[in-house]
């Protein structure tokens, strides 16, 4: 059961990342790149690690999403310009510059998790009591 859940996971990786890719090469817009791109990538990073991670972790949303906001806060204090410089991965990766309404993208892409693991919890409970 772990191992095809863990499966699922990776497939979800596979999908969101595709079209984390396609957003950035293809979608130059004011609103699917710069806040569909941010929810995304919260919920891209979800998936890989609950791919390579086949324990429960229970509040691994909550961290990932602490991660971003320490990402973007970092982009605040100016500090990423010093850890990326020379490293233009680093820096398309994490970023640059900071602004608000990313980390509000990233608390919208840390809610679709926990509402997705939520509706999946109950589904999987339901199918467990009625094949019981």
């Known amino acids: 059961m772990l191992k095809n859940r863990r499966i699922k996971y990776f497939v979800g990786f596979v999908v969101s990342i595709l079209i ?4 950035a ?3 130059h817009d004011k609103i699917i790149r710069p806040y569909i791109g941010d929810v995304l990538v919260i919920i891209c990073i979800y998936l890989l690690l609950k791919t390579i991670f ?3 972790i229970k509040h691994l949303a909550l961290y990932i999403f602490i991660f971003a906001v320490s990402v973007e806060l970092m982009q ?4 990423m310009q010093y850890l990326s410089k020379g490293n233009d991965t680093l820096k398309i990766a994490l970023g640059t510059t ?3 309404k990313d980390i509000v993208c990233y608390f919208v892409g840390y809610v679709v998790i926990v509402l997705g ?7 999987a409970n ?3 009591k009625h094949l019981k």
């Open 25 to 27: 090469l293809y979608v």
């Open 76 to 79: 605040y204090f100016k500090i």
């Open 126 to 128: 339901n199918m467990a």
């Open 54 to 56: 086949d324990t429960k």
């Open 117 to 123: 693991e939520s509706v999946r919890d109950s589904y």
């Open 20 to 23: 984390e890719m396609l957003i």
């Open 98 to 100: 900071f602004d608000i």
